[in-house]
T-cell receptor, first 110, second 116 residues
Framework: QKEVEQNSGPLSVPEGAIASLNCTYS??????FFWYRQYSGKSPELIMS????GDKEDGRFTAQLNKASQYVSLLIRDSQPSDSATYLC??????????FGAGTRLAVHP | GAVVSQHPSWVICKSGTSVKIECRSL??????MFWYRQFPKQSLMLMAT?????????EQGVEKDKFLINHASLTLSTLTVTSAHPEDSSFYIC????????????FGEGSRLTVL
């Protein structure tokens, strides 16, 4: 059974700080990794995708992948109250199926 | 604009009744769609893969006779929760079976089911 693990939080950070979200996965053969943001009662929306070891930056977001450690992280710089949401880590389980972690709830306070 | 339309967005029903949720692909012909379920404060769990013109493939632990999936056309998949019970109350989300080159899945807006 392929698994994706996340700390459920809540992770509370002050506005302007860096939020660090972490995720581990069990299937060493996984190749594609995603971070989704989900607001309460809404569908997930893609924040970042990452396929290679190392860092990938997009605006205030940086995804980090370490396949040897089976670890994916998401950094949010200059956190804003509007970033408050649940962040879901997802791993491609094959055939476009996504295996989601339970999500980390982020709260950015002014 | 929306790529996937899901309807209804929320529904309340009595225990023992059946509820149908529709998932429409607006811009693409979708031979495959996925149905996910999300309980409060939990992750999205894949329920089944809907295949156009053939039987759906269910994930382990999902009752195929309770969650009926029909994918009769390339733009429409339906999920029917039969004889719904309070424990079926959940957020049901569909997605198209294809991804963009950035890995984005097209999700529907989700359907909140509450069974009284």
């Amino acid at each position: 059974q392929k698994e994706v693990e996340q700390n459920s939080g809540p992770l509370s950070v002050p506005e302007g700080a860096i939020a660090s979200l972490n995720c581990t996965y069990s299937d060493r053969g996984s190749q594609s990794f995603f971070w989704y943001r989900q607001y309460s009662g809404k569908s997930p929306e893609l924040i970042m995708s990452i396929y290679s070891n190392g860092d990938k930056e997009d605006g205030r977001f940086t995804a980090q992948l370490n396949k040897a450690s089976q670890y994916v992280s998401l950094l949010i710089r200059d956190s804003q109250p509007s970033d408050s949401a649940t962040y879901l880590c997802a791993v491609d389980g094959g055939y476009n199926k996504l295996i989601f972690g339970a999500g980390t709830r982020l709260a950015v306070h002014p | 604009g929306a790529v996937v339309s899901q309807h209804p967005s929320w529904v309340i029903c009595k225990s023992g009744t059946s509820v149908k949720i529709e998932c429409r692909s607006l811009d693409f012909q979708a031979t495959t769609m996925f149905w996910y379920r999300q309980f409060p404060k939990q992750s999205l769990m894949l329920m089944a893969t809907s295949n156009e013109g053939s039987k759906a493939t269910y994930e382990q632990g999902v009752e195929k006779d309770k969650f009926l999936i029909n994918h009769a056309s390339l733009t429409l998949s339906t999920l029917t929760v039969t004889s719904a019970h309070p424990e079926d109350s959940s957020f049901y989300i569909c997605s198209l079976g294809g991804r963009t080159n950035t890995g984005e899945l097209f999700f529907g807006e989700g359907s909140r089911l509450t069974v009284l």
